[in-house]
């Protein structure tokens, strides 16, 4: 079994670097972390790996110039819950052969969608989450959705989206949360990270939510939608929202 080190994240670049300089890349899904995220690193001849964990499980990236030591690396892990995601534009043929021969199974294909056409519609559904709603959240998420695949928010996380104001939610009647939408701003972008709803109101929420993105002076929205959630798809395409082509792979290790 390798060992991983602990990594201050600045530093994750010029480790990779002391290792993969002047030789050809072969394969690479890194696409950055989060400052805040605690990883580990691995350091091998040619190849770079780094996990963090989330949840029960770990999030791996790797980084290779040859093929043969990725395998073996892949295969050494361990004991513990591996997820990789592979986000492309292109078919994955090579990572397909390395992670079946190294012991990993596909869970999970996304496509990414955006949307250029916002514009203001009428809706007296969705307000923001208080942090009464936490856990009725929490639990509207973890139940409905994958914590491989779907890129949930821990706990601690989800605290800070609701005191951001980020975080919307359908009541009934009675005043238990029904449906949420989570939602993220960078500059004129805004990301849509989830979205669900039993209300029955669950249009007027994804309305509010772009409601808001037009208020902020938003102008692209994207998301990652299910690729077999045909009926959430045709829902955002009568919105105008279009796939831009990159498609994210996710893929679990067998455990042993």
Same mark, same amino acid.
């Given at each position: ?115 250029? #056409?916002?514009? &203001?519609?009428? %809706?007296?559904? =969705?307000? +923001?989450?208080?942090? !009464? ?59 849509? #990270?989830?979205? &669900?709803?039993? %209300?029955?109101? =669950?249009? +007027?929420?994804?309305? !509010? ?48």
């Amino acid at each position: 079994m390798i060992e991983f080190s602990t990594i201050d994240n600045n530093s994750i670049l010029s480790s990779v670097q002391s290792v993969l300089s002047g030789k050809r890349l072969v394969l690479s899904n890194y696409y950055g972390v989060n400052n805040e995220d605690a990883c580990e690193i691995y350091l091998g001849n040619d190849s770079v790996a780094i996990r963090k964990r989330e949840f029960d499980f770990y999030r791996i990236f790797l980084l290779t110039a040859d093929l043969e030591e990725a395998n073996w690396l892949l295969q050494n892990l361990g004991d513990d819950r591996y997820i990789i995601n592979i986000p492309s534009k292109k078919p994955i043929t090579g990572w397909n052969r390395l992670l079946n021969e190294s012991g990993f199974e596909p869970i999970g294909i996304y496509n990414r969608y955006y949307n250029t #056409n916002l514009k &203001i519609r009428k %809706s007296a559904c =969705g307000d +923001f989450a208080t942090m !009464k709603d936490l856990e009725s959240v929490d639990r509207i998420l973890k139940t409905n959705f994958s914590l491989y695949t779907d890129h949930l928010p821990t706990q601690k996380q989800l605290t800070t989206m609701i005191d951001n104001n980020q975080v919307l939610v359908s009541k009934d009647e009675a005043g238990e949360v029904k449906g949420t939408l989570i939602y993220t701003l960078h500059g004129k972008k805004c990301y849509f #990270n989830i979205w &669900i709803d039993f %209300s029955g109101k =669950g249009l +007027f929420l994804l309305y !509010k939510a772009y409601n808001i993105a037009v208020e902020q002076g938003i102008q692209y929205v994207y998301f990652w939608v299910n690729s077999t959630n045909t009926d959430v798809i045709r829902l955002h395409q009568m919105m105008g929202t279009q796939p831009d082509g990159l498609v994210d792979y996710s893929f679990m290790k067998r455990m042993s």
